[in-house]
């Protein structure tokens, strides 16, 4: 069976890891967790991009050589996965020796079959973007994404004849509606293509810390040409022995997750370059927007880069991972605030959710004897919140985080507008056969929502499933204690 397969974009190793680089894995992280529940077997990808000037310099600046430096950075990014539970199968390096040899023999191929010839390149170079633009496509003279100064280069460079797939992306485009997502992101991606694609330098002979092309080692190859082709190679890509077993269990890719200042380079490059390849193309690009913090774009020189780490160490992980995919919906921008973030804390998860659990696990131990029967028959509000379930995993499919969230939650406020209607704490004076019914159902409807959250929150899943799995045996200790509350109230004074 071939295994589902997602991954994130190679981060660059001249930053530490941040919250944007924290949401894409995440969502990564999410969605095998929900594949997973369905007995899907997932393969992640996550890893670094470790070539290029940039990091060049930015080693230089440290005193390191790249390697070295790239070492250090890496192991700052697998601390933060560690520190968010993601749960990855493969990190790939850009200068791991099986994918470098690879990217050499795979840029020698397309050299042979004419895909890539040797030529002459003037253009304006943005060292940041490690990409080139039109005169058209700076602003104010300025690159459009990091505003800075932009350098004109010649070069000798040899080019990928990217010209050659317009057609056949297009018809691409056209026939799989669901290749480029969301679907509002995709219409300036066809646009940019049907004003026609021009060839693209895929080598630099200026920029010593790359992947040397192999009959011409003054050339280094392109790093995003180098950085794409992990993909691939990841999952066991061998450009001698492209129908071996691994790979074919991995590749396609169902679906490379990515923000969408790089969606150009995976809906038009990247296919192209599979195409060239004869690889079968990705089922999905998804291109999800930008966190900005209080309204600004996030950078080191204002000192607002917001670290996961720190909100994970003074309000938990789970709480981190359900507010940024709750807040905005995944494809959207969206801007960080820590009142937001407070806010909804409060709001959804200590009243919302975590009244909930606490009341109702509360009042079993109280009212019986922590002893929980089977499954209730015939109970309405387990048959309202049951056909919620295929909507919610509807848009977990579709990759509608927000959405998903939206309904469980509603399922949350049904539950707690529940135990104010039926007002238990009487019914135990008046009718305790009712009673029990009723917090049976209870119990049995806040399984659902264990398994609903697990993705999003797998550690308050957990707990909750513990508690929530309350049987014959009766254990004192546990009936005198009060549930130790799933999300503290966070005070108004705490930062
Ligand atoms: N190395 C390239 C990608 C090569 S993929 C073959 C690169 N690296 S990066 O370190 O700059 O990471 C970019 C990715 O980090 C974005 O595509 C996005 O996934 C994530 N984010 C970085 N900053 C972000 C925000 N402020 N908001 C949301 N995500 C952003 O580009």
């Not at 709750?326 to 804390?345: A, L, N």
């Not at 008046?430 to 009723?438: A, C, H, I, S, T």
């Amino acid at each position: 069976m071939k295994k589902y397969y997602i991954t994130t974009p190679l981060y660059y190793v001249n930053y530490k890891p941040h919250i944007g680089h924290a949401y894409t894995t995440l969502a990564a992280d999410i969605l095998k967790r929900h594949k997973k529940a369905q007995d899907i077997d997932v393969y992640l990808q996550t890893g670094t991009d470790e070539h290029g000037i940039n990091i060049q310099r930015t080693a230089e600046e440290h005193n390191k050589d790249p390697k070295q430096w790239a070492d250090e950075i890496v192991e700052e990014f697998k601390n933060m996965w560690k520190v968010l539970h993601i749960d990855y199968d493969f990190f790939i390096r850009t200068t791991d020796e099986f994918h470098e040899k690879q990217v050499q023999l795979i840029f020698e191929r397309l050299i042979n079959t004419g895909d890539i010839y040797k030529g002459n390149y003037e253009g304006l170079y943005c060292s940041s973007c490690e990409n080139f633009y039109d005169e058209g496509e700076l602003v104010e003279g300025m690159c459009p994404i990091h505003k800075k100064q932009v350098e004109k280069v010649v070069e000798e460079t040899y080019f990928f004849k990217l010209s050659k797939y317009q057609d056949r992306l297009l018809e691409h485009y056209r026939k799989n509606p669901e290749f480029l997502s969301p679907s509002y992101r995709a219409n300036e991606i066809i646009r940019f293509v049907e004003m026609g694609l021009k060839d693209i330098s895929v080598s630099r002979t200026k920029v010593k810390w790359g992947i040397k092309v192999l009959r011409d080692p003054s050339h280094t190859i392109y790093v995003w040409f180098d950085a794409l082709l992990n993909y691939i190679t990841g999952a066991g890509y061998d450009i001698n022995n492209p129908d071996n077993e691994k790979f074919k269990s991995i590749w396609p890719c169902d679906v490379h997750l990515i923000g969408k200042e790089i969606f150009r380079f995976h809906a038009v490059i990247w296919p192209a370059i599979l195409m060239a390849l004869n690889v079968e193309l990705p089922q999905k690009v998804y291109a999800h927007g930008w966190w900005t913090v209080n309204g600004e774009k996030m950078s080191k020189s204002r000192g607002n880069i917001i670290n996961p780490v720190e909100i994970v160490n003074n309000y938990g992980l789970d709480a981190f991972r359900y507010f940024i995919f709750r807040e905005v919906p995944f494809g959207q921008d969206g801007d960080f605030s820590i009142e937001m973030f407070k806010t909804r804390y409060n709001s959804d998860l200590a009243n919302g959710l975590g009244n909930l659990f606490s009341r109702t696990v509360n009042m079993v131990r109280k009212y019986l004897n922590n002893v929980m029967p089977e499954k209730p028959e015939n109970s309405k509000i387990f048959t309202e919140l049951l056909l919620m379930q295929d909507e919610i995993y509807q848009k977990m499919d579709e990759l509608q985080f927000s959405y998903a969230l939206d309904i469980i939650w509603k399922a949350i406020a049904i539950l707690n507008k529940e135990i104010d209607i039926q007002k238990p704490w009487e019914l135990a004076k008046k009718d305790p056969e009712r009673l029990k019914k009723f917090l049976n159902e209870m119990v049995w409807c806040l399984r659902l929502i264990a398994r609903w959250i697990y993705p999003f929150m797998p550690d308050t899943s957990a707990r909750m499933n513990m508690y929530l799995a309350i049987g014959e045996a009766q254990d004192k200790t546990v009936e005198a204690s009060r549930v130790v509350p799933l999300f503290p109230k966070i005070e108004n004074n705490k930062n």
